[in-house]
């Protein structure tokens, strides 16, 4: 396997289920994001981790929580969702912490979630 | 006001066309401009990246940054069908670690 991967691509749930989605980096990079993607709308940075210590929460419902166990893993845990957050959430990866010159994110193919 | 504006589109063009995809943006502290494309299915990928004003080529890519204006640009010579995907504007501060996003503009190259 080789870039990011991500797990499941496609995930139904029920508003009373508890899911989780799985993100991988096989680039050896110090920092993990979640995005949200929903159409017609900007990618929504929802998590950034760095060196595993969570440095951004941009104000995300407590219905999502992240966990970062290394650099290289990312999890995205589900509860009690809303048929709202039916999205493509993508994990990214990033050599470095500051958005600066050359620091660039890699993006799995993200998860497709429906929320029912 | 939102940080940075993409007209979605869909935009279709004939092959061989000069494709334009552009984004204008509200905050001045921005440095780093980038395009990203994604097809259907995938995450998107970094096509181009550029630093402060000024153009950039890469084959038929062309990034232009006018920050004077809070506009950045996306050129495509001789479009191809493959060229077909959503075109996203991004771009960061100088310090920090929050990429802002356009909403995407849909591409489809007729053959």
């Known amino acids: 396997e080789t870039g990011v991967t991500q797990t499941p691509r496609h995930l139904v749930m029920g508003m009373t289920n508890k899911k989780s989605l799985k993100c991988e980096q096989h680039l050896g990079h110090n920092a993990m994001y979640w995005y949200k993607q929903s159409a017609k709308k900007p990618l929504e940075l929802m998590f950034v981790?760095?060196?595993?210590?969570?440095?951004e929460n941009n104000s995300v419902p407590s219905r999502f929580s992240p966990e970062c166990p290394n650099s290289s893993h990312l999890f995205l845990h589900l509860h009690t969702l809303q048929p709202e957050d039916s999205a493509l959430y993508l994990c990214a990866s990033s050599q470095g912490r500051l958005a600066a010159l050359n620091n660039e994110q890699f993006f799995g193919p993200g998860t497709r979630l429906t929320v029912l | 006001q939102k940080e940075v504006e993409q007209d979605p589109g869909p935009l279709s063009v004939p092959e061989g066309a000069i494709v334009s995809l552009n984004c204008t943006y509200s905050?001045?502290?921005?440095?780093?401009f980038m395009w990203y494309r994604q097809y259907s299915r995938k995450g998107p990928e970094l096509l181009m990246y550029?630093?402060?004003?000024g153009n950039k080529e890469d084959g038929r890519f062309t990034a232009q940054v006018d920050k004077s204006s809070k506009y950045i640009s996306l050129f495509i010579r001789d479009s191809q069908p493959s060229d077909s995907a959503t075109y996203l504007c991004a771009m960061s501060a100088n310090t920090g670690n929050q990429f802002y996003f356009g909403t995407g503009t849909s591409l489809t190259v007729i053959p």
């Open positions: 981790y760095n060196f595993k210590e969570q440095t």
């Open positions: 905050n001045s502290a921005f440095q780093y």
């Open positions: 550029t630093y402060s004003s």
